[in-house]
């Protein structure tokens, strides 16, 4: 073996079977060998900026749940969120390749080399999470909203997006299970944990409305009924009250879906792209 | 010598459970031989699964040392991985480990679960009397358990 100078050259190489300097290193297009035409009948544009958004909803939110590695209460809790995060990162991955098919455009370039204005996700994954309660409120509401909408989305008419979905209806069904227990736990714990319960409620509340607000770009209509059912049983089990902070407002009448966002995704973007970005043809 | 394209990758151990062979997952679809090759079709168990790179890896090392030139990697996402496609042999292996192997996968419609799960049997002792102690394990397919009768932990793989 011809040894390069530089022995970190090595590590950026593709690898074959019997040279891989790490196990999960290297990644393959999660799309290989499906077939992603955009069927008869399918608005591509439409359902290339749908999946865009999906997956930056996915993409955004991962990226903050995995800031709490490292940072959780016990080790059983850091190992879940960071499997959350890499189930929804697995998420991002696969709807950003399919809008990529469409757009001509690979998965890497539409995470790393889009702006933030051309970012369409909701606002509600953009904020850092101050304290457990507010993560697990989060995750309750991201979840049980996501969920509905996959559950919905396994009838579209593209086949690739209807697998992704019906693959992520699982997963974030178990999401789901963890956020409540959690929420449960503390809402019916002692007087500090419920008081810290009921706050991380009410400080997300205000990014709530906006998930479920029609926008011309979904391919599938989501009643919110499904959603407040679920949300009442958990806040009902855990003694907390339904919070009642006011919906942030639009700018202008436009939010995450139009490419208008909070102050937070910025520095979400600065980090996650800052090493793409500074090596724009690294592999890895 | 070539051997059956179909036996060599079913035999293929998975990067995670590597005590469980891809084709006792369930994860290996298809396997289907070309003029110049051979085509595999895997279903990834989760939507992040970080294993795939080292199947491929692994499949096609596999492959090329049967004598195959020329192997296709593809991927099939639908119907997704169920647990239930793990076969009975996996299952007495994972069991054989120390791994609870999974009960039935859910049916119907997704329903919110505020309480414990029902227990899953302890794969050492056998006893029922056990609680989860993490819904989440070190790969993305496994919980943690304990069994209040052996006053063991074991990992059991999630039912999906």
Known sequence: MVMDDNPYEELADEHGADARWAFGTGFTDPLAGIDTAVPDGVDGAALAAYCLALGDDALVYSHRLQEWITRMPELEEETAIANVALDLLGQARLLLARAGTILGRSEDELAFFRDEPQFRNVRLVERADADFAELVARLLVFSTWRLALFERLCEVPDPVLAAIAAKGVNELAYHRDYAAQWVVRLGDGTELSHARMQAGLETIWPLVDEVFEPHPGDLVPLERGEFDVVLDTVFATAGLARPTAAPLAKVGGRAGRDGVHTEALGYVLAELQSVARAHPEGTW | ?160
């Open chain 2, 1 to 160: 010598m070539v051997s059956g394209a179909l036996e060599v990758a079913a035999a293929t151990p998975d990067p995670e459970l590597p005590l469980l062979t891809i084709g006792e997952l369930g994860i290996l679809r298809d396997v289907h031989e070309t003029a110049d090759g051979v085509v595999v079709t895997i279903t990834p168990t989760y939507s992040g699964c970080p294993a795939l790179r080292e199947i491929t890896a692994d499949l096609t090392g596999r492959l090329t040392a049967a004598g195959y030139s020329r192997v296709e990697l593809r991927t099939r996402l639908a119907p997704p991985w169920s647990s239930d496609w793990i076969t009975a042999g996996g299952r007495a292996k994972l069991q054989a480990a120390g791994i609870a192997p999974p009960g039935p996968a859910p049916t119907g419609p997704i329903r919110l679960t505020l309480g414990p799960r029902p227990p899953v049997a302890c794969p050492r002792c056998g006893s029922s009397d056990t609680v989860a102690s993490a819904a989440f394990g070190a790969t993305a397919c496994k919980a943690l358990h304990r069994c209040r009768t052996c006053d063991e932990p074991f990992e059991a793989v999630k039912a999906i």
